[in-house]
Nanobody, 125 residues
Framework: QVQLVESGGGLVQAEGSLRLSCVAS????????MGWFRQAPGKEREFVAA????????NYADSVKGRFTISRENAKNTVYLQMMDLRPEDTAVYYC??????????????????WGPGTQVTVSA
């Protein structure tokens, strides 16, 4: 069973930046689709970004396009979420998610069997 652990969350002012990291256990990380989701207080968890196993394809929610960048470093079993121009509405718990192999349904939570515990991101106005 692959375990995922996020880090890098914190408190930042609006228009600031943060980089989240997610480290995965296991030896087949390069074959995993990795995603980032977030859940704001009182709201359902939503898709943020995803990257295919080869790293050649990335996808983003409309709300973060142009501000967030997902990337991966397979040698370190790590996926990143670089967040720039943060807004108060980006405040949420951010979760890393992963699944072995590719999928066209990368925005759906149910296709990811592995999840990290989450890391809090708070953006002040």
């Amino acid at each position: 069973q692959v375990q995922l652990v996020e880090s890098g969350g914190g408190l930042v002012q609006a228009e600031g930046s943060l980089r989240l990291s997610c480290v995965a256990s296991g030896r087949t990380f390069s074959s995993w689709t990795m995603g980032w989701f977030r859940q704001a207080p009182g709201k359902e968890r939503e898709f943020v970004a995803a990257m295919r196993p080869t790293g050649s394809s990335t996808n983003y929610a409309d709300s973060v396009k142009g501000r967030f960048t997902i990337s991966r470093e397979n040698a370190k079993n790590t996926v990143y979420l670089q967040m720039m121009d943060l807004r108060p509405e980006d405040t949420a718990v951010y979760y890393c998610a992963g699944r072995y192999g590719s999928t066209r349904s990368y925005t759906l939570q149910e296709v990811y069997p592995c999840w990290g515990p989450g890391t809090q991101v708070t953006v002040s106005a």
